[in-house]
């Protein structure tokens, strides 16, 4: 009686969880390749981030790595770090009277940005210059992605919202 005891309570236990490693929250570590997400994330530095499985749920606010959807992202094969700023559903553009990005007419408040894009500068087809950009409607299953130096990132501001398919890990420090 007590072995069948034992295994019961074995057997419970391993089936607690979803049985998937990746899903339970596996990591990886991935180094910074550029200076688009400083100054939270530096050039170099080393950061772990949860592997994605299934169907990314999109939360503003996340730092998500992602393959190049294309397009206007490029053929880039190293992951992309960049903050979500929009979700699907949400409209978001930049920039109110203050000169902040609004999402569905709310100004956010962005205490990670320490390097702003200029406001008007004129459009440059090398880079992602002027942080005003006109309001978008982020398509459902798809993220607004910017990085936190906005004056050094290319980001949805130029190439557009990216698939949520896109995103395969979000960084957990």
Do not use: H
Request: aromatic share 6%; proline share 7%; hydrophobic share 40%.
């Amino acid at each position: 009686m007590r072995r069948l005891l034992v295994f019961l309570l074995v057997m419970a236990v391993a089936g607690c969880g979803d049985g998937d490693a990746t899903g339970t929250g596996a990591t990886e570590q991935f180094t910074q390749g550029g200076v688009s997400m400083e100054p939270t994330v530096k050039t170099g530095q080393v950061v772990t981030a949860r592997k994605v499985t299934g169907t990314y749920e999109a939360r503003r606010g996340d730092v998500v790595l992602l393959r190049s959807p294309g397009g206007l992202w490029g053929d880039r094969k190293a992951p992309l770090l960049k903050r979500v700023v929009a979700v699907g559903g949400e409209t978001i553009a930049c920039c109110d009277t203050s000169g902040r990005v609004t999402v569905d007419g709310k100004p956010l408040a962005e205490p990670y940005v320490a390097e702003d894009a200029s406001l008007d500068e004129p459009p440059n087809p090398n880079y992602c210059g002027p942080r005003r950009f006109a309001a978008v409607t982020v398509p459902a299953d798809s993220v607004f992605v910017m990085g936190d130096s906005r004056a050094r990132s290319n980001d949805s501001r130029c190439a557009g919202p990216v698939p949520v398919s896109s995103v395969f890990a979000v960084m957990v420090d």
